[in-house]
């Protein structure tokens, strides 16, 4: 969608959906890809498969290949989690990875209801262990701390964003 693309990734309970609401608000060209381009699959095939599980939380790579293709924006950014995030890295421009200290993300998980993702012990514990390991998140993205005022976030953003050279 955009001349530039980016990818605002962490693990869940890092803001990334409100970072998509904000640089929306702004006026931005902003993607939920957790609401947009999600599906339950298999993060090698791309294969849909029934039921839920995170580690098959993933994106339509042809879908974000489109988006990407297309120029009508002069920048996009794709804000969600994905498992199957290899698989289309290469074609962003730079990638954000939203982080927060446990303190806040339990904080954040407390506020969280049991039908939303998070909201079950389960659920819970896999994402603090996410958390510590950062394995579910990409090793070449730009750490922002998320514990700041959302504004602050998304203003780094838009600041190492309108300082990066086009492709």
């Known amino acids: 969608m955009g001349v530039r693309n980016y990818l605002i990734e962490g693990v869940s ?5 409100s970072v998509c609401k904000e640089l929306r608000r702004r006026g931005y ?9 999600a599906y339950q699959g298999d993060p ?3 294969e849909p498969l029934d039921g839920l599980g995170h580690e098959n939380h993933i994106w339509r ?6 988006l990407v293709d297309k120029h009508d924006e002069p920048v996009t950014f794709f804000c969600g989690g994905s498992r199957n995030f290899p698989k289309f890295i290469d074609l962003f421009d730079g990638v954000f990875v939203l982080d ?5 993300l339990n904080r954040r998980l407390d506020g969280r209801p049991e039908e939303e993702w998070g909201g079950r012990p389960a659920e819970r ?4 262990r996410l958390h510590r390991t950062k394995e579910d ?10 514990t700041a ?4 976030v998304v203003d780094e953003i838009l600041r190492r964003v309108m300082l990066a050279p086009s492709k």
């Open 13 to 17: 309970c890092t803001g990334k959906t």
């Open 29 to 37: 060209h902003a993607i939920n890809g957790d609401r947009e381009l």
């Open 44 to 46: 090698e095939t791309g």
């Open 61 to 66: 790579v042809y879908d974000v290949r489109a």
């Open 100 to 104: 927060v200290d446990l303190d806040t």
């Open 125 to 128: 514990a896999l994402i603090v």
């Open 137 to 146: 998140v990409p090793r070449n993205g730009v750490v922002l701390d998320a």
């Open 149 to 152: 005022p959302l504004a602050s």
